[in-house]
């Protein structure tokens, strides 16, 4: 099956501070990404839609402004937690697809805010 | 909020066959029915999706009714390592795509 990675797997952040995740498919080109956020014991939340050169489609309560989402290549989408606080403690995950193929996902990021 | 009824929970012995069922009574004519499964602290893993036949690969097997009103995932030779959340979803293939997640059902596969 088709491959995406993500980095950093685990960030401990202060909160105030910006931290970027990225979410990169590696053998195919990743015509839409998604966004998704998963707090402990929950099911997983799609934060924003992608597509490469587009702007992002963020979800009803998904701050545009905190959750910066940048997709400007075929292979890669960044998404920018602004000023976190303890609350943006979760763990994010990316999932990518081509065309009308399956959705793949990433393997998560666990950030912690202190 | 989720198309899908599934059970919290199921427990299997190592080495039957895993039946997780999914109720899907408003899906639409354009909707295909997707598993994934998701194993402690990692992202979902893509099983199997159909529209309406039954479809098989190397992961798993999945029946949809005749009135695609609901389906079964079906793991035949269980193993520790397929414990794990497994979600059922409807969506249409093209487009968007937006994947509703659910509760899913949590599987545990005994020794």
């Known amino acids: 099956g088709a491959v995406v990675s993500q980095h950093p797997s685990r960030v401990i952040c202060k909160s105030g501070t910006s931290v970027k995740i990225e979410c990169r498919s590696l053998?195919?080109?990743?015509?839409?990404m998604f966004w998704y956020r998963q707090f402990p014991k929950q099911s997983l939340m799609l934060m924003a839609t992608s597509n490469e050169g587009s702007k992002a489609t963020y979800e009803q309560g998904v701050e545009k402004d905190k959750f910066l989402i940048n997709h400007a290549s075929l292979t890669l989408s960044t998404l920018t937690v602004t000023s976190a606080h303890p609350e943006d403690s979760s763990f994010y995950i990316c999932s990518a697809k081509e065309g009308g193929y399956e959705q793949y996902f990433g393997p998560g990021t666990r950030l912690t805010v202190t | 909020d989720a198309k899908t009824t599934q059970p919290p929970s199921m427990d299997c012995a190592e080495g039957r066959a895993a039946n997780l069922p999914c109720n899907h009574s408003t899906i639409s004519g354009n909707e295909y029915v997707y598993w994934y499964r998701q194993i402690h602290s990692q992202g979902p893993q893509y099983i199997i999706h159909g529209l309406k036949n039954n479809e098989t690969n190397e992961m798993a097997s999945l029946i949809i009714t005749e009135d695609r009103k609901s389906s079964t995932l079906i793991l035949p030779h269980a193993t520790l390592r397929d414990t794990a959340v497994y979600y059922c979803i409807v969506s249409a293939r093209q487009g968007a795509q937006k994947l509703v997640f659910g509760q899913g059902t949590r599987l545990t596969i005994n020794p």
């Open positions: 053998d195919f080109q990743a015509t839409t």
